[in-house]
């Protein structure tokens, strides 16, 4: 008999857990939450306290004991890694977070394992769901800007500089892989290749002004497209307060669109039909539920047999954008993504 519901592994209930489990809440709702996972007792304790899950503090046990079927992995990048291939190894379905890994050859072997097994691998990238950017490139194949010829995005994230506080691994490149733009970044280079296609090649420039955080806090990119137009993206953690900025904007030979950020979140299109704008959508709702949107699409790849909306193959594209703008940091050249 076809399974209707799916048990899953919380692999790591840290910060984006919370946002997991939200989403399986409100909109995943054939996951069943039969096991958590987390080295960390108090945060361990608190998801098992919410899901009605049981606890493991490793993995290895979890895999030894617990009843579930698939995995949703949620932990340091560097641990990816690790942690992907004994659920492999256990013939789970894998969803593991952005990005695949901490550098290239922990991403590869990661790839290369999924492909020895006959259970699901997929990358959670929430911003493959996002309904504004989904939209926006509808109204971009329907010539409502004319030609595109030029996309902006400007990616600013708070962080805190509590420095009583051990730094968080995220500071650290030997966990992390990089700073701003491979981590949060991701989620405005992935809308970027979903309205203007591939990444061809980048160049850019990045910097540090967050104290003791060894990746870029800040990075400016420029982009070409395989289409042969171009973009530019702000990656920027910001410990201060932030004016604010389009989310997106994509210039066309007859108009703008805009996506605009914060709590008005909207989509917006200028042409000369619109000379002052029409709010397409508001879109912070669609942002909001994206995480379930991941997980539900994930949940239907592995019951329904669904064709998911984004590969770990080209989920690799946004690390590869960030590995490449380290590249050329060092060259002062342009450097290919793929
Ligand atoms: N999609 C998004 O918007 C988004 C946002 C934030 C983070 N992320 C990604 O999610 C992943 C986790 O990031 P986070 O911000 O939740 O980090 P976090 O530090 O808040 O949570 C990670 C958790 O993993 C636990 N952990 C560490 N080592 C472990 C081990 N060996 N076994 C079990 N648990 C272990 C930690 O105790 C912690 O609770 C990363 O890949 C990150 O890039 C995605």
Known sequence: MKEDRLKIALIGCGGIAQEHWKGIQRI?????????????????????????????SEIGLALERGDFDAVDIMLPHDLHESAALDCFNAHKHVLLEKPMAHDLPSAERILEASKKVDTVFMIAEQAQ??????????????????EVISANGNFYDPVSVDSQAPPPWRYSLASSGGGVTIDGGAHW?????????????????????????????????????????????ICQNVAHVAAPADMFRITGTMGELQITSGRQGQLILYNNENPRGRVIMNAVEGK???????????????????????????????????????????????????
Do not use: Q
Request: aromatic residues 8%.
């Open 28 to 56: 995943a709702t054939r996951v069943d939450v039969t096991v958590v996972v987390d080295t960390n007792l108090e945060s361990l304790n608190g998801m098992a306290a919410a899901t009605n899950a049981e606890p493991f």
């Open 129 to 146: 769901y996002w309904p504004d950017v989904l939209k926006a490139r509808e109204l971009m194949n329907d010539g409502a800007i004319g």
């Open 189 to 233: 280079i992935r809308p970027l290749r979903m309205m203007m296609g591939e990444i061809d090649e980048v160049i850019g420039v990045a910097g540090h002004h967050i104290p003791r955080m060894e990746g870029e806090s800040w990075s400016r990119m420029l982009l070409k497209f395989e289409s042969g137009t171009v973009g530019t993206l």
């Open 288 to 338: 909001i539920n994206s995480y379930g949107e991941e997980i539900k699409d994930f949940c239907e790849v592995v019951l329904d047999g669904k064709v998911m909306a984004a590969t770990p193959e080209f989920s690799l594209g946004e690390m590869r954008t960030a590995l490449a703008l380290y590249k050329s940091i060092k060259s002062g050249s342009w450097e290919k993504v793929w």
